[in-house]
């Protein structure tokens, strides 16, 4: 495997309620860092089931995952990895509803050892950087639904991982508004040097992406694209 | 934001459901401190018997179950006062009657050449006279009450007494009573020939302690009292009340960690997502453990501060009874104040710990798969 890759996923396997359902048969995924990916694919193709993974948030069956070169069912602090190494967007925003925008922006960072001012500052800058400036104080349920994705993604990037991870970010929002989402998707991918892997069901989202991975049936299909790998070997040493 | 202000803002979320909790835990709390301000009077009171008339000791029927219903005999109290490793005994013969508005008014009868050698604070008239049989000395709170003078005289049981003297004492008991003759006191109580209490003064060279210990080993009805651990030999009332307050502090601790475990499940079951949100962004085992405790405490902290104030309103209130009033005076010490924030912690981690192990049980995709 080489470290060029910001994710390298091997065969993996899947299966929920104790095997008798299977989610991945074997799923392989090279991801180059650096590269936006965007994984389409039917309903219970297992899509969403890989970004968990790759999230750390389920573990898998069987197979291999490295993420940033590092093995994730080797690591001892998997919170730590959450926290700093991967961030994730929901379909769904899931912000805590009773917290204002820039309060909901600052709960990753507990884990990452900031003074509070410091959190706050950041949280702001944040904020301003996916175009929610003005509106920090405000609570979840007075925001339409593209700026609680703006603000979930800005608390996925709290404490500035290098792979953001996003499940159907536009699953819920209009045409508009998604595409405000896409738009800032990938201008965060080209300021920030980020990977981002993405999920959606829809074709035009997927099309925003630099690569576009199928998945059926629990398994990743062949990519015609050889582009990741290429990439992988010119990418830079990772830090 | 603060980690301590992420934790209020959950509070604050239920409004209602965490006001209700904390008034359940206060009421618990109010317990725990008006009991044990009570139960310190109580022991004060009875601190303040054990310490009268500056002896080492005092000796009385062992196991009685009030001091005031013990009996000493004469012939007992000669074999103490005979004893070469005594140098005095006082014997006291307590008799509770009504008086005026006061039911538990205090007359202690004990002979004159005694209550001189016990050198009260007479702050008007004099002492009893040796062999006078109808004086009596009022404490200046009785006196106070009774609205009685120097010179007047005042009825105990429809036995007329002339008031010879007004004393002053911080001992409340004494204060609102009286010191009378014991033989008039002995026919007052239809108890003639015994006392209450036998209050000794171990001769110089002797230490106290043996000579105590001696006594019970010699006279098997009696026990002598050195201090307020040995308090309940003689008065099973205040083992009742110790056991009492245990008992109440205990189930305060039972009923308030049930409320404080019902409250945080329900949070803990409500905000199941939220939780698995927070383990996706990053958040240690560690931290929701410190969040769901933190919750809890801060829930018992605010109800040991309301319930705090209540228990000392309660206590105050109870001094409206006369009774009460004429007894004890409750005593607010730190000891009462820190047995309540311990309770208030143990029904705070207790009734964390089912939520604690429900919210950590669930991998973060469990949590988030939670509807």
């Given amino acids: ?239 | 934001m603060s980690f301590t202000s992420f934790i209020l803002n959950n509070l604050l979320r239920q409004k209602v459901r965490t006001l209700l909790t904390v008034l359940g835990i206060s009421m618990g709390i109010t317990t725990v401190v008006a009991l044990g301000a009570v139960i310190g009077g109580m022991k004060q009171t009875a601190a303040q018997i054990l310490r009268a008339y500056d002896a080492d000791f005092l000796v009385a029927q062992r196991g009685a179950s009030d001091l005031t219903f013990s009996t000493v005999s004469a012939e007992e109290w000669a074999a103490v006062d005979e004893r070469p490793d005594v140098k005095r005994t006082l014997g006291a013969l307590l008799y509770v009657s009504r008086v005026a508005g006061n039911p538990y008014f205090v007359t202690v009868g004990l002979h004159a050449e005694d209550l001189a050698a016990a050198e009260p604070d007479v702050t008007e008239g004099a002492l009893l006279s040796p062999g006078a049989l109808d004086e009596i000395m009022l404490g200046a709170g009785a006196a106070g009450n009774l609205g009685a003078q120097v010179g007047e005289t005042v009825s105990i049981d429809e036995t007329a007494f002339r008031v010879v003297g007004i004393y002053r004492t911080n001992n409340l008991w004494a204060n609102n009573g009286a010191y009378a003759p014991l033989e008039a006191v002995q026919l007052l109580a239809g108890k003639p020939d015994v006392v209450t209490v036998v209050y000794v003064e171990a001769a110089d060279g002797s230490d106290p302690s043996e000579v105590a210990a001696s006594i019970e080993g010699e006279l098997k009805g009696l026990a002598a009292v050195e201090n307020l651990s040995d308090y309940g030999e003689v008065d099973q009332g205040i083992r009742i009340v110790d056991a009492l307050n245990l008992a109440i502090s205990a189930l305060a601790v039972g009923i308030g960690a049930i409320g404080v475990m019902n409250t945080m499940v329900m949070s803990v079951f409500e905000r199941t997502r939220e939780i698995g949100v927070l383990r996706a962004v990053g958040w240690s085992s560690q931290r929701i453990l410190r969040m769901i405790v933190g919750e809890a405490l801060f829930l018992c902290l605010i109800a040991t501060v309301t319930g705090a104030l209540l228990g000392v309103l309660l206590s105050r209130a109870v001094l409206l009874i006369p009774l009460v009033r004429s007894l004890l005076e409750p005593q607010y010490s730190v000891d009462i104040f820190v047995r309540a924030l311990s309770v208030a912690v143990v029904v705070a981690l207790v009734g964390a710990i089912y939520p604690v192990i429900r919210a950590l049980r669930l991998t973060p995709m469990e949590a988030l798969r939670h509807e």
Avoid: W
């Fill in chain 1, 1 to 239: 495997m080489s470290d060029g890759y910001a994710i390298e996923a091997v065969g993996l396997d899947k299966t929920f309620e104790g095997g008798l359902i299977p989610a991945l048969k074997g799923a392989d995924l090279r991801v180059a860092r650096g590269e936006f990916v965007a994984i389409v694919g039917p309903s219970g193709c297992g899509k969403s089931t890989l970004l968990h993974l790759i999230a750390a948030l389920d573990k898998p069956d069987a197979g291999s995952l490295r993420v940033l070169g590092r093995d994730v069912a080797a690591l001892k602090n998997l919170s730590n990895y959450r926290a700093r190494d991967v961030g994730i967007v929901f379909q769904l925003h899931n912000l805590i509803p009773s917290l204002s925008a820039i309060d909901n922006v600052q709960v990753p960072m507990f884990e990452a050892g900031l003074t509070a001012r410091r959190r706050r500052e950041r949280a702001k800058e944040l904020l301003g950087v996916v175009g929610m400036a003005g509106k920090e104080l405000l609570r979840p349920t007075q925001l339409s639904g593209g700026e609680r994705q703006r603000v979930a993604i800005a608390r996925a990037l709290a404490n500035e991982p290098p792979v953001l991870l996003a499940d159907e970010p536009t699953g819920n929002l209009d045409s508009e508004a998604g595409k405000l989402v896409l738009d800032l998707l990938d201008d965060m991918r080209r300021r920030r040097g980020l990977t981002i892997v993405m999920v959606t069901h829809d074709r035009d989202v997927a099309a925003r992406a630099d690569r576009i991975i199928r998945m059926l049936d629990g398994r990743v299909l062949p990519d015609p694209d050889e582009r990741a790998a290429t990439i992988a070997r010119s990418a830079p040493p990772a830090d």
